[in-house]
């Protein structure tokens, strides 16, 4: 019966899907499929959806009984990493696939930290190589930052119970050790509100006290990780953390306490580049196409956003005037890499302005991963290496792809 639905559904009546109207590189793409609406994501209401057979959104919809009951959705799709958006158990209940996009944009994340790192270093007036990463949750982001760490000659105490269990104990520590151990600490774990893995306001009053005088403490993965009053507390009697904050409890309605005592403040952006958003994208075409048994012609549109990486923006190489040496020099790093991305204009912006925190997400400029960046000429020895590890390539290189 199924089966016989989903035909009837597809070749009979014209199917229909609501869109987020800022997810990227999608417009046009059902088009020659299904009827297609697109709306705010967080305007999205009942009304939209009652005739609808799936959604594709962001984390600016919440999917639950109050929006889809009564309605024909049959698959939800959402173009981000986590899904605590989406009631999972009440969808599972009333027969409504869901599905999410896990690593699509873990590059951009960890080109994300990756620059947090140089700028924190910087101003802090440290070298990276030697300190100590604690890395809370090595899932897709978690790992990336891991290898980048090794990149930067940073020691690494990685703290995820579920892999923990699940691998043996020899590569994990204990959160209590990490806290105590770690010169930088960034946290990349679902939001979890209850069972043994919460991780809903992991960080509170507790996690900072236990935190070394001078700590560095990145949060790029959900906001209510983070107990925002406890911490504050803590602030204002100790002040001896560095905040930079990517992600925050209440968005878009931030705590202006929080953001002027944060080192550096950004509206939950780590995982905007360009490369992620169109993983993203590709990965939810690719589901809702296996969904509905639709098949796209060798000209439909869709055909290009699941195969074709070149709708993105190509940047032009960086000029290095650097041959590089041994060891590498981190300011050096920190030039190449700020050239790729500059969080400290996401941080000015954000200061200058943090009631438009929605709008600069939804009108965030384009950004590109490392892997799209040639240097020209590539630097040799010690500064080359880490460059090549990070994904920078030599001209080259692109010319020949």
Known sequence: MAKLYLWFRTFIIRMKIVIDNKIPFIHGVFEPHAEVVYLPGGEIGRSDVEEADCLIVR????????????????????????????DTAWLSANGIRWSNAPGCNSGSVAQYVTAALLEMADRQNFTLKGKTLGIIGVGN???KVERIAGILGMKVLLNDPPRERAEGPDRFCQLADLLKHSDIITVHVPLNREGPDQTHHLIDGAFISGLKPGTVLINSSRGEVVNEQQVLKEMRELRKVHLVLDVWENEPEI??????????ATPHIAG?????????????????????????GLTDPAMLV??????LLI???????????????????QSFVKATYDIV??????RESHGTFEKQRNNYPVRREFNAWAIDPFPEKETGRVLAGLGFKKVSDTKST
């Open 59 to 86: 984390t600016r919809t919440r999917c639950n009984e109050h929006l889809l009951k009564g309605s024909r959705v049959q698959l939800i799709g959402t173009a981000t990493i986590g899904f605590d958006h989406l």
């Open 315 to 333: 940047p032009s190489a960086i000029q290095s005037s650097l041959p590089g040496g041994e060891p590498a020099r981190q300011s050096e790093l």
């Open 141 to 143: 982001v978690g790992r």
């Open 255 to 264: 705590n202006p306490e929080l953001l002027n005592l944060a080192a550096i």
């Open 272 to 296: 905007y580049s360009q490369d992620g958003k169109l993983n993203a994208t590709r990965i939810m075409v690719g589901k809702v196409f296996s969904h509905f048994r639709l098949s796209p």
């Open 306 to 311: 699941m195969s074709l990486p070149d709708q």
């Open 345 to 350: 204009s996401d941080d000015r912006r954000l």
